[in-house]
């Protein structure tokens, strides 16, 4: 009677899609701060900023990896708000596993995010940005972003786990959203202070954004991108390791 | 449940076939020696349950005497310290898939999505079951019809009142087609009238030979609905019977007392059963017979100044309950 893991995860991964549907401050909030934050990048700072090319061109891919950490954050509070409920209870009377639980909240914030970081690429494409991709570097671009949408949205449900409420959630969340500044997504590392240059050479998003850039503007990329893929599936593995242990010590 | 009810809640089509072959017999559930420990707190001391396929139990106690830990451990949501379940013939731990195909749990809290509609929560279920796209979309539509939901079907549950809620919570525990069914406290903060529909649930849910475990606080609703009753209290089974033998246990009548003074009250409420202050007003157990009142009277109040009036009650399970557990003295 019970049915095979992925069909429960796909499952669930409509309920999550059709709740946030629902849920328009969310949503609005996951759309719209991340091309109002592009907006106020370009158009407050950039003017000060020197990357040696249009600003617009610079920031994009890390404006798009902000997008992808705001939609991920409110899979932390989706996992959160389950986890108070009788719903996990149900779902394992079911016996649906935590993996395809969690599966399904990562399934639709992928799908949100796709569907957000598309709106700022459209918004970028409108005020100026102009890649220079070809069909093949864009579904490489793409395929690197889903990897990376797909690594935060499991890494969000481990903070949803160990939060024990939907605000500390929130909250925790925060953590990952800041990631973006001490990296190559806003200004040039070489800008920062000597200290700081070690962790944002070497934290996984630079990779991810320096893959993007090159991807997207048809310049070399040398590894990133393949540095990048190591990244994403590290953390991917990682986070989904400890998000099945912390989802059964939590259901204990 | 309600007027559009059918009568019919399982057994009509594919999945609920299971029921032919089980290993201990008659019994739906069967538990011997469940203990459970939280930290320091001894929740569960030895609980042994054994409830015929397609009865009714209530398990009957206090707030924190164990009822929703011991549902957790039947349900195979928690494993047990010591001591062995099974629960539709297979072993709660070491077969719980198998458990869990023939189960469902309705828990305390509503486990209803506010922000899906009620159409969409029991397809989901459905799917969930294993059912096809089409199949879990006419089972969804059979249990709306059933609780009375065909009109609420496409608004988000958010809009439901609280019985609404909870008739919608109790479908989707429903749709897999259960053989064993855990209903945890299942008419708490209900309206008199939804209680009314829940209670007739269970009764339908038992005429279509499904074991009912429910949990409860109210006596009315173990001697209403209840087979047999279980007594839990600090993590025991007190007494169990059905409410008839429970209730004889307890002598058949109380005879309620109502004292002239505070100091006459003070001094006899050390016997009672049964202690309303207020009224000044106790109550003792009695045969009901006329001679073993007269000698009561006779005893409790010598001088017969005392007592002011007195009556002759059944014994109700409140009783029953306050005199096993020594609650309320």
Redesign the interface.
């Known amino acids: 009677?019970?049915?095979a893991a992925p069909?429960?995860a796909l499952?669930?991964a409509?309920?999550s899609l059709?709740?946030s549907r629902?849920?328009p401050d969310a949503l609005i909030a996951a759309l719209m701060l991340p091309v109002m934050l592009m907006l106020i990048f370009v158009y407050f700072f950039g003017g000060a900023i020197d990357t040696g090319t249009q600003y617009v061109t610079y920031v994009v891919p890390g404006a798009m990896l902000l997008c992808a950490g705001f939609g991920a954050a409110s899979t932390a509070v989706s996992v959160a708000d389950d986890m108070r409920?009788?719903?996990i209870?149900?779902?394992?009377?079911?016996?649906?596993g935590g993996i395809p639980i969690l599966a399904g909240h990562v399934a639709a914030s992928v799908l949100r995010n796709l569907l957000s970081t598309t709106l700022v690429l459209a918004v970028a494409l409108a005020i100026g940005f102009r890649p220079q991709a070809g069909p093949a570097a864009y579904l490489a671009a793409a395929g690197l972003l889903l990897a990376y949408i797909t690594a935060i949205s499991w890494l969000a449900a481990v903070l949803g786990l160990l939060a024990k409420t939907p605000e500390a959630a929130g909250g925790f969340t925060f953590l990952m959203m800041f990631l973006p500044y001490p990296s190559s997504a806003f200004v040039p590392i070489e800008t920062m202070p000597g200290w700081l240059h070690g962790f944002a050479e070497h934290q996984p998003l630079t990779p991810v954004i320096e893959s993007l850039r090159a991807l997207l503007l048809a310049q070399p990329a040398g590894s990133a991108p393949w540095t990048a893929l190591t990244w994403c599936a590290g953390i991917t593995a990682v986070a989904m390791t400890l998000a099945g242990v912390l989802f059964r010590s939590r259901?204990? | 449940m309600t007027t559009h009810a059918s009568g019919h809640l399982s057994g009509a089509t594919g999945t609920g076939t299971a029921t032919a072959v089980h290993p201990t017999g008659t019994l739906g559930i069967h538990a011997t020696g469940l203990t459970k420990t939280y930290g320091d707190v001894r929740v569960l001391d030895g609980i042994d349950l054994a409830v015929p396929s397609g009865s009714v139990l209530a398990l009957l106690g206090p707030n924190g005497a164990g009822k929703t830990t011991t549902v957790r451990i039947l349900a195979t949501l928690t494993a047990p310290d010591a001591g062995t379940a099974r629960v539709a013939g297979h072993h709660t731990v070491t077969e719980r898939a198998l458990v869990r195909e023939r189960i469902s749990l309705t828990g305390q809290f509503a486990a209803v999505d506010d922000l899906q509609t009620g159409a969409e929560t029991l397809r989901m279920m459905g799917r969930l079951c294993g059912l096809a796209p089409r199949a879990a979309r006419a089972r969804a539509d059979e249990l709306l019809d059933r609780f009375g939901l065909t009109d609420a079907a496409a608004r988000t549950a958010k809009t439901y009142s609280g019985g609404m809620r909870r008739r919608l919570d109790l479908a989707a525990s429903l749709v897999s087609r259960p053989e064993v069914i855990f209903l945890d406290e299942p008419t708490t903060g209900l309206d008199p009238r939804s209680r009314q529909d829940l209670w007739e649930l269970v009764r339908e849910l038992r005429a279509d030979g499904t074991t009912v475990l429910l949990t409860t606080q109210y006596l009315e609703e173990a001697d209403r609905l209840a087979d047999r009753v279980a007594v839990l209290a600090d993590g025991r089974i007190a007494a169990e019977g059905t409410p008839a033998e429970l209730k004889a246990r307890v002598a058949g009548h109380r005879l309620d007392l109502t004292l002239t003074t505070r100091a006459a009250y003070e001094a006899l409420a050390p016997r009672a059963v049964h202690l309303a202050p207020d009224d000044l007003t106790l109550g003792v157990t009695t045969d009901g017979s006329a001679a073993h009142v007269r000698a009561l009277l006779d005893e409790l109040d010598p001088d017969r100044t005392a007592v002011d009036r007195f009556a002759v009650r059944t014994a109700t399970l409140d009783d029953v309950f306050l005199t096993l557990t020594g609650a309320d003295r």
């Open positions: 009677m019970t049915t069909a429960s499952a669930l409509g309920r059709r709740i629902r849920s409920t009788g719903v209870d149900r779902f394992r009377t079911l016996d649906i259901t204990r």
